[in-house]
Structures are given as C-alpha cells and as structure tokens.
C-alpha cells in the first residue's frame, strides 16, 4: 500500500540521491577500516534512516510494507553494511516491540530507536541452536520484580553498537520447545551482559556481529515484551516473516546494482576486436539476470501488498526470500565473470559484493529453512 505517491517519490529520491552521493564514493573507505564513518551515520539519523519502520506516533516515518521494500531497493544499491547498520532498527530489533510490546515499553524505547540514539538487536541464535532456533538454551527465571537471564547468543547483527537487545530466552524450562520461550528487552549496561569480541566474516566489512553473553544478568520484568510469558517464539517468528521480506528486497537491490557494474564493464570492454556485451554469450548473462531480478522484484511487490492487506504471508515472505537470496547470488556469480579476471581482484566492487552477499543465502533462516516453510504451509494447508 502506498499512502501518498508524491512524498513516497520524495523518499525514494532523496534515498537514490545519497546512495549515489555519498555512500557509494565511501564503499572502499568502509571495507578497508571495518566501520562507517561517523559522518555518515550523522547522515544516516538527519535523513531519517533509521525510523523508516517505526511507527510515525512514536518518531519514525510508519512506512507501509509496499513503502518499505521500494526503499530497500534503493539502499541496496550499495554495500551492505550501511543497510546493515540501519536494519535492526528498522527491522528484527525493534519489531518485536512494534507488534507484541506493550504501550508503556513502545514509549519507552520506540522514539530513540526510530531517531537512531539507540541501537537495537535481535538476539535469537545460539552457539547450539541456529536453524532449530525453538530448542534455545538462554533461561531466563523469575525472581521476584526480577528475571535472570543466563545464556549466550551467537552471531548477533550490531551487538558492539546495541544500547538493547531483543532478547529471546526460556521462561519455562519444562516445557523444550517454543512454547516455553519468551522475549525480553535487555538493555546493555545492565550487570552481567557482555558483548563478545567482534566476528571476523567473509563480507560485509562494516557490519559488526558479537556474540552476546548473560551471566546472572537482572533484567526487571517490566521489560518482558507485552508482558506475557510463552509468547516469545511467536513474537521472533512475526518479527521474521517481515525481516525476510526486507532481506529479499534488499537482494533485488544489491542484484540490480551488480548487474548495472556488469553492463558497464561489457559494454567498455573489448576482445576481439569488439565491446564483450556484443557476444551473445555475454548477453545471456546480463538477460538471465535481468529476467530474474524483474521476477524476484515482482514477488517481493505482491507479498509486501498482500502483507499490507492484513493478509498471512508465511509462505509467500519464504517463497521471496528463498528466490530472491539464491537469485542475487546466480547474479553476483554471473557479474564476476563477465569481468573476468576484474571480477577477482578487489579494484572493481564485484569482488567485494560476491562476499557480501553469500550472507543473505544464510541468515533470517537459510535457503533450506525457508524450502522446509513453503513445503510445511503447503501440507498443512491441504490437510484442512
Ligand atoms: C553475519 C551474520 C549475522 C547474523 N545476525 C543475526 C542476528 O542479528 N540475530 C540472530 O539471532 N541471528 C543472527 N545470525 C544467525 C543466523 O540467523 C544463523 O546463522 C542461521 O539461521 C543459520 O543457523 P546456524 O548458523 O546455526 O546453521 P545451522 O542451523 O547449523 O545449519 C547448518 C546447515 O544445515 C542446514 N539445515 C539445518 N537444519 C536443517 C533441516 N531441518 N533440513 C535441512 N537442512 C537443514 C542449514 O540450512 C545449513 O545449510 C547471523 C548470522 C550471520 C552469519
């Protein structure tokens, strides 16, 4: 749903514009030192970046799914790690409160999150539980006004830079699955959290993960999110129907940036006596690429409408993210080789954007998670 096409046009310009400006000139600055420059990140929270999704009563803009997935086109244009930056925001760490906090906690956090003065994660994974996230160890006991928080979380997007943490962990240690999990607001300089050393990744240099361990770690139980016991794991799975179909958007955005590196270079390179982009070889590359961001942008459009019509859109935000993530890496590989030997050094921005974006293929549930969706929704849907 678009609620006004003129200030959404307005969104999307100034977004292309500070793409194009200022962070795609900053890209090698920001792979060779591992972090934004904090002149950007000002930028960043000037523009509004990262209240995009954080409703507009509580500071941010309210974008609407359909809004939301047109401006992550736009900031995928880019290397990752600034979308990174502003995704946990935008998405897996404040949505939690959005759709399941109560209205003193949306009060609370919602406002610094949406102006970007706070940091937000999302602490799900485990070192002994990533795709079967349900069977979680993190334990959480009450103690009078009190839960104690044990455990550790793996892999956590902008643990360095986090002021709170999403926090899922096990209320009821009797019951092993996700009925006995919950979800906490835990704030960092609470006693007993701390944030391991950043994790040296692949890509996307920029973007920071961290383990996040508690020890005996008080957290008041007014920041149980909507303050109900049991719920958690629902509440991480509606955070990550979204999450997944922002990720898919993000992989249109990140294809279509690949595939117009790829078209300059065929078009300016000459063998043969001729540009590359006139073999036909060539050419079925840059088609197949273009076919297939057209389809995965195309799906992320009707998910997003449908999920603005209130509609479920399990399957439908799976289906997105397994095309689009596999999609965006078939072009990634494709880009490469239509620079040849280019394609493998780090002068030209496709070497660095193949390691980035192996990441989507993984997290927010991996390739074969989101097969296992689809395949259950299907089942159960044709048992009814
Ligand atoms: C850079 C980065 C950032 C991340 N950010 C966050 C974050 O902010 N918050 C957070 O909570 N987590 C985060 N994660 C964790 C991420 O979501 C997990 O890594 C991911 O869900 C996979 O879990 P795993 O690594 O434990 O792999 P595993 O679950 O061990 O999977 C290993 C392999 O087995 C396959 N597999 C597992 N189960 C099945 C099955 N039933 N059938 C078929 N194949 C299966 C998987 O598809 C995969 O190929 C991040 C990870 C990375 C690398």
């Given amino acids: ?78 290397s990752p790690a600034f979308r990174s930056l502003i995704g946990t925001n935008n998405g897996i760490g404040s949505q939690g409160l959005i759709v399941d906090g109560t209205e003193e906690q949306k009060r609370h956090y919602l406002p610094k999150l949406a102006s970007g003065e706070l940091i937000a994660s999302f602490a799900l994974t485990e070192p002994g539980s990533g795709s079967d996230a349900a069977s979680l160890r993190t334990s959480a006991r009450r103690d009078g006004d009190f839960y104690v928080v044990n455990g550790t979380k793996r892999f956590i997007t902008n643990a360095p830079e986090a002021g709170i943490f999403t926090v899922m962990a096990r ?13 906490f607001i835990v704030e960092k300089g609470t006693p007993g959290v701390h944030i391991g050393k950043r994790d040296k990744k692949m890509g996307q240099k920029g973007a920071h993960t961290a383990d996040v361990i508690f020890e005996n770690c008080r957290v008041p139980a007014a920041n149980l999110i909507g ?85 479920d859109i399990s399957t439908e935000a799976s289906c997105c993210k397994l095309f689009a993530s596999e999609m965006c890496g078939r072009v990634a590989d494709r880009a490469v080789q239509i620079h040849g030997g280019a394609g493998y050094v780090s002068e030209y921005a496709i070497e660095r954007f193949y390691r980035d974006v192996r990441l989507f293929r993984i997290y927010e549930g991996t390739t074969q998670i989101q097969q296992l969706v689809i395949a259950r929704n299907m089942i159960r849907n044709a048992q009814v």
């Fill in 1 to 78: 749903m678009i609620r006004d096409q003129e200030t959404l046009n307005v969104l999307l310009d100034t977004l292309s514009r500070f793409v194009r400006e200022r962070l795609v000139p900053a890209e090698n600055e920001v792979a060779e030192t591992d972090e934004i420059p904090a002149d950007i990140v000002a930028e960043m929270r000037d523009i509004g970046l990262f209240g995009l999704c954080v409703p507009e009563e509580y500071g941010g803009l309210g974008l609407t799914m359909e809004e939301e997935v047109l401006a992550a086109f736009e900031i995928a244009k880019t």
């Fill in 227 to 311: 303050g109900k016991e049991g719920v958690g794991f629902k509440t991480a799975m509606k955070v990550l129907d979204k999450g997944r179909l922002h990720i898919s958007a993000i992989c249109v955005g990140a294809a279509e940036r690949m595939l117009e590196d790829a078209l300059r270079y065929a078009i300016e390179r000459q063998q043969f006596g001729q540009p590359i982009a006139e073999f036909q070889l060539i050419q079925a590359m840059l088609a197949d690429s273009k076919a297939e961001i057209y389809a995965a942008r195309s799906m992320i459009l009707d998910a997003a409408r449908r999920r603005d019509n209130k509609e």
């Fill in 171 to 183: 209320t009821n240690p009797d019951v092993k699955g996700a009925g006995g999990i919950s979800a």
